[in-house]
């Protein structure tokens, strides 16, 4: 089996033991919010107010599959004091293109429609973590 039939078995699995799109997850009796899967209107009235984190995704991208974890991991710490999000690039292009999106997995940070910190490609949850905690302290 080679590298990419693994990883659409990986992916296969992963969806059909995941929760529905904007679930939260019960954990041995605990409530664990996932990121919200968002529309393109939804994300231009979302980023407006507060502190927004936008994962721009595809399905068929490997790498946005690796961050896939971490976003959830930011859902979980910062769920309650920020908005964590995903947005499917193939269903909304517009978004990405006015944006000036140019390759996925791109992480964009908003602090009350303005952009905050920009991520390309993968990185660790700590750099997400981060700007997620500098965003929340700006004023």
């Known amino acids: 089996m080679g590298f990419f039939d693994t990883l659409k078995k990986l992916i296969i699995e992963?969806?059909?033991?995941?929760?529905p799109e904007g679930a939260v997850v019960e954990e041995e009796g605990l409530e664990i919010?996932?990121?919200?899967?968002i529309s393109e209107e939804e994300f231009h009235t979302i980023i407006q107010e507060g502190v927004t984190v936008?994962?721009?995704?595809?399905?068929?991208?490997?790498p946005c599959h690796v961050i896939a974890p971490s976003i959830e991991d930011l859902a979980?710490?910062?769920?309650?004091?920020?908005?964590i999000t995903k947005l499917n690039v193939?269903?909304?292009?517009?978004?990405?293109?006015?944006?000036?999106?140019?390759?996925?997995?791109?992480?964009?940070?908003?602090?009350?429609?303005?952009e905050?910190?920009?991520?390309?490609?993968?990185?660790?949850?700590?750099?997400?973590?981060?700007?997620?905690?500098?965003?929340?302290?700006?004023?």
């Open 14 to 19: 992963e969806e059909e033991t995941s929760a």
């Open 33 to 37: 919010p996932e990121p919200r899967h």
């Open 54 to 62: 936008v994962d721009f995704w595809a399905e068929w991208c490997a």
């Open 76 to 83: 979980e710490e910062y769920g309650d004091r920020a908005n």
């Open 90 to 114: 193939d269903n909304y292009p517009q978004v990405a293109a006015e944006l000036g999106i140019m390759g996925i997995p791109t992480v964009i940070v908003f602090k009350d429609g303005q």
């Open 116 to 139: 905050f910190r920009r991520f390309v490609g993968v990185q660790p949850y700590e750099r997400f973590a981060q700007a997620v905690e500098e965003a929340l302290a700006a004023e």
